[in-house]
């Protein structure tokens, strides 16, 4: 694959259902921007309205007013609806609406796709949901007119490129928050690198092949030593596929990595999930760091009373009341691994478990079981199910409880990714053993959050919950092999995934942490307009030469429809029949 196939087309792209391929392609320039009749009340009438409910005839706040006065409002954007039950991605997003609606803000969630059983799920528990179509501004408009946010969550930073200039247009007083969720060019680069040393390695493969099957058998005799020397060679010349994505560090000239991180710049904070990640954020790319809040998963505290090799295990937080115990060592057996197959670093880690890593471990444990869940499996998945192999894809799993507390240690054998994984933090949730690599591990090691140089983690200790050096198929089966067949070593890792949710993924502490950053974006003198006086590079982004995305978005709307329906036009236009504020207030 090249970087350029790998950058993720530009959602504004994505035309909707009944729009033809050509309204993507360049054609008949824009028609001049045209007002579409007026709009119902717009944010700034809604927010006008409210505070004139609250003001008396003497310009002073009556107590009943401010009793009655409305809760604050979020709004999140998304392309998708949040999947709880199959992405880990859902669950933290979910995590983060629950916990508004918990504080009695009052809470919109606003998607563009087809409303679904993950749309009604949201809306059955009070929260508001709304379908809309991308490049249609008036649609979203009236969303965020209805609710008047004072802040917008914005679902990776797609949706901030689709959406942001149009919140910053109708809610200019609204903060705007970037939930990355994870680097997307990061695991872009790091699939890259890993393609490329594997398709290196099959051309030196078949390069030694050919050479063997070409070569005269007597003058091969008689180089018999020279060849050994070669094979040492060709072994050494051979490329690590994990090594090689974990040396890839997207760079100035990687374009998806440029949208990143406009997109960060242009939001008034971002909501990083991987402390590596920020760490290479504040370092690498010098995001100034009260732009970036790390907001990893949100676990309930799975802290519990167990000794680790005679010693105390001392909690990081208050411990709490004990869970119900999850099955130990005797009552699981068996291997599995869970992640959705729209997720590529999942596709890629099941085909190099079934290929390279099973084999090797049904050969030392011949009875073993290796059961493979995650929804929406392909065919090519579906084909690696091999009963006579113990390997079974079983595909959607209705509940983690049912995955995690029959088998005795997951397997996530990652080569490339990015961000916290989430079936390793769900496993540990469950008393599951993790066997993976340093990319599953990278973010889940309590005091490391610099990127991997070659050998930085061959000979460091501490508390994990499970095993993670193993960049080989040979290492990684072998670690498998020993966490199911130790008791003691099972034991001992089990007691550190319960380590591991207090020390990083802790639901409060982790929740009021996002809670504090958002809190503090109003803050201060001047509250959030004085905090964006002072930010010069989001400024300049802002500037009409840096908004490519939203004059797209805006000749895509009009060349599907005939018209702009968005009240707001760009900033320094008047659409066709618009007054300035000044004239009309005249």
């Known amino acids: ?29 824009p028609t001049p921007w045209r007002a579409r009749s007026p709009p119902g009340p717009r944010a700034r009438d809604v927010a006008a309205a409210a505070s004139a409910d609250a003001t008396v005839d003497d310009g002073s706040k009556s107590a009943s007013a401010e009793d009655e ?107 705007r928050v970037l939930d990355m969720q994870d680097l997307h060019s ?32 007597a003058a091969a005799d008689a180089a018999a030593d020279d060849d050994d020397d070669d094979d040492d060679d060709d072994d050494d010349a051979r490329v690590n596929p994990i090594l090689a994505a974990m040396s890839a560090i997207p760079n100035a000239r990687d374009e998806c990595l440029n949208r990143e991180l406009a997109a960060v710049q242009r939001s008034d904070l971002t909501l990083v ?12 790319y010098r995001v100034p760091p009260e732009k970036l809040e790390l907001a990893s998963f949100f676990c309930e505290s799975n802290h519990c009373e167990m000794r680790r090799n005679g010693e105390d295990l001392p909690p990081i937080m208050p411990p709490p009341p004990l869970p119900p115990t999850t099955p130990g060592f005797d009552a699981r057996d068996g291997f599995t691994t869970i992640g959705t197959f729209h997720h590529k670093p999942n596709v890629d880690s099941v085909r190099w478990l079934a290929e390279a890593i099973w084999p090797l471990i049904r050969a030392e444990l011949p009875t073993a079981t290796m059961r493979v869940y995650g929804s929406y499996p392909t065919e090519a998945i579906r084909q690696l199910h091999k009963p006579e192999c113990g390997f079974l894809v079983e595909g959607f799993a209705p509940t983690i409880e049912g995955v995690m507390d029959t088998s005795r240690v997951l397997l996530a054998p990652l080569r490339f990714g990015a961000g916290v994984k989430g079936k390793i933090v769900d496993a540990w949730t469950r008393g599951l053993p993790v066997v993976t690599t340093p990319v599953g591990a990278e973010g889940t090691v309590p005091g490391m959050s610099l990127m991997w140089p070659e050998g930085l983690w061959e000979d ?28 003691e070593a099972w034991d001992d890792a089990r007691i550190d995934c319960s380590a591991m949710i207090d020390r990083l993924f802790p639901a409060e502490r982790n929740l009021a942490t996002v809670r504090r950053a958002i809190d503090e974006l109003f803050e201060g003198e001047g509250g959030l307009e004085a905090r964006r006086g002072q930010d010069y590079f989001a400024a300049s982004l802002w500037h009409h030469t840096a908004r490519s995305t939203e004059y797209f978005s805006r000749w895509i709307e009009m060349k599907e429809t005939g018209k702009d329906t968005s009240a707001h036009g760009p900033e320094g236009v008047f659409l066709e029949g618009q007054t300035r504020e000044d004239d009309t207030e005249a």
């Open 1 to 29: 694959m090249s970087r350029a196939s790998a950058v993720p087309r530009c959602p504004l792209l994505a035309a909707p259902p009944r729009a033809s391929a050509a309204s993507c392609r360049c054609g008949t320039p």
């Open 69 to 175: 006065k409305p809760a604050k409002s979020v709004v999140f954007v998304s392309f998708l609806w949040p999947e709880s039950s199959s992405s880990a991605a859902g669950v933290r997003t979910c995590a983060l609406v629950r916990d508004f609606k918990s504080r009695g803000w009052r809470v919109h969630f606003v998607a563009c796709a087809k409303r679904n059983s993950h749309a009604d799920a949201l809306e059955a528990e009070g929260i508001g949901v709304s379908e809309i179509l991308p490049n249609r501004g008036a649609d979203f408009e009236d969303v965020l007119a209805t609710t008047a946010p004072s802040v917008v969550i914005f679902d990776r930073f797609m949706a901030e490129e689709a959406f942001s200039f149009r919140v910053r247009a109708a809610c200019p007083n609204a903060a």
């Open 186 to 217: 990061l695991r872009y680069a790091r699939h890259h690198a890993m393609k490329e040393a594997i398709r290196f390695n099959r051309e030196k493969d078949a390069e030694k092949e050919k050479d063997a099957a070409t070569a005269d058998a």
């Open 273 to 284: 999930c991987s402390m590596v990640e920020r760490r290479l954020m504040l370092d690498t």
């Open 460 to 487: 460091r200790t501490g508390v994990w919950g499970g095993k993670w050096r193993s960049i080989t198929a040979e290492d990684f089966a072998a670690d498998a092999i020993e966490l199911h067949e130790n008791r």
